[in-house]
């Protein structure tokens, strides 16, 4: 499988550089005031840019404001889609990163009906990505039995990887008292922090954009989800520091992650 959070028939999309900087590293104070504002209308499906609630009662609320699910881009608002396709492009920035990867997909999918494969697929997916929200989390373009979050600073705060390392052990938490149709949903997570460019990718025609993130720090989270077993919130030593909790990191060993050209130190933490 594909683990790198970009399709193949996404073209990553250069321009507005100084823009996007602003956005993902600095913060932009109307995105921040729009984040504020909208955090607190009530909602489950939410705008992955601004946090307007896309449906229910904050979504009836939220279009009142004229914003409501974009027709092209159906997990952006119509107002954060047009400002997409409005400056398209990207800016390399600090970020922490996490990967969420379903384990043992093939065994479980050839184990269960395919609804009932989907309905798991749905479940993690609605458990995941609130919490990446509550914890000012950007959801990147995910595709099949995985999520992935970003912690950008303009985006999230200056502590960016502190919410990665808490969002990480808050869905570890909520996906060890999960189950559906009396199983468990097998979920093993990866937190990195680095620099990666985050930027909007087009698909062909241009009909469809989203945000992605390229670089080394990327795969190295993609790669260490891969070593995460169920349960197991794997944490590269870069993010214990980033997040300002290397003390409290335990059982600390090297990986030999395939395609990295060092070793990458990642451990646990025991506690919030
Ligand atoms: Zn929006």
Redo the contacts with the bound molecule.
Sequence with gaps: MNKIPFATDFTRQDGNEELWYQVFQLGHPVLAR?QRL?AMLPGRD???????PLNGFGGWLAKRLG?EP?NRNPL??????G?LQAFPGGAEVDLAIMFCDLRGSVELSSGMSPKEFKDLIVTMRETIIPALWRSEGFVLQFQGDSIIGVWPPGFSGPDYAKKAVDAGFRISELLNTLTINGRKVPVGISIHAGRAYLGTVASVGNDLQEVSAFGYDVNVAARLSDAATVGEVLISEAAFTAAGRLEDAVDMQSFDLKGMNAAVRAGHLTRR
């Excluded at 939410?46 to 307007?52: F, P, T, V």
């Excluded at 952006?76 to 889609?81: E, G, M, R, T, V």
């Design positions: 729009k909208y939410r705008c992955k840019m601004c946090y307007a914003l974009s952006f608002c119509n107002a954060c889609d400002f």
